[in-house]
């Protein structure tokens, strides 16, 4: 079992594994383009990151606030004992709440701070015009669809794809666009790297996965509360994240290996479109 848009943690590479999969690559001059306006583009990101440890501290300091109000509820204590533990508890798990509040603030106003900055959207005008150069390069299809997918990194265990995230993630896929579109009997799918054809006899399925995912962007020129998106229940945390009930895992066979691709739910009907198969719901 391989990942199109997954990496094996374990792979000295480190690159997707669908890079092998790839028939018809970009111009040199448009990647390389693409690869510095994406070079700057992730350092101007980087500045509204903040460090491992004040993430391990938020989430400590959450953690604590809730095991304290969630045993100070349920003590089944009488009231002396109950004023008692309150002196020292009650204090405890306020600042522990104060904490992980000010903390999570100071997170998102940096993240905030950083993408409204003027160095920031410079670097990301830059970088969407050399993603149109490198489309271009390719000459792809006018009737080529933009579509989320899901990009991760995975261990493998046996016949099963396990997702993993290093280090402190809030979220462990990373959805971004790439294109895809029809060629006769063939599903191509287009990003940045090349394209990659996938025969429709060599689908196997489109199932539905019924789990709850974490997604860092929201890629739509529509809002997520709007036509045609609000019936995939899709909503936003304190965070900034975007969550959804489910997703689509998308298998085909090639080149004699299975092959996993991975998208948000509220791609599928683009996918079911080009296909010409039904997600099954089980």
Known sequence: MKAVFGTNIKSPESKPDGLALITRRP??????????????????????????????????AYLISVFLFYNLLHAGLSSPELYDRLRFLF???????????????????KKKTAKESEAYLMAARETQGAIRQ????????QNAVPMDV????????KDKLVPYAKGVSMYVYDNK???????????????????IPVSLQEI???????RTVALPHWNKTVSFQLDPYKQFRISQNSYGFYSIPRYQRMTFLK??????????????????????MRADQK
């Open 177 to 195: 666009v790439v294109r895809v579109y029809r060629q006769a009997d063939t599903l191509c799918i287009a990003d940045k790297e090349g394209v």
């Open 91 to 109: 204090p405890l798990a306020i600042v522990c709440s104060i904490a992980a509040i000010m903390l999570s603030v100071i997170t998102w106003r």
């Open 27 to 60: 111009g040199e001059a448009a990647y390389s383009q693409y690869t510095k306006a994406a070079q700057q583009l992730e350092a101007e990101r980087s500045k509204g990151r903040v460090s491992p440890w004040m993430l391990y501290l938020q989430y400590f």
């Open 255 to 276: 080149n004699g290996e299975t092959w996993e691709l991975l998208f948000p739910n509220y791609e599928l009907p683009i996918m079911e479109k080009l296909t010409g």
């Open 150 to 157: 899901f990009y991760y990194g995975y261990k493998a265990k």
């Open 204 to 210: 196997s399925s489109i199932k539905t996965i019924k």
């Open 134 to 141: 490198v489309y271009a390069s390719m000459e792809l299809p």
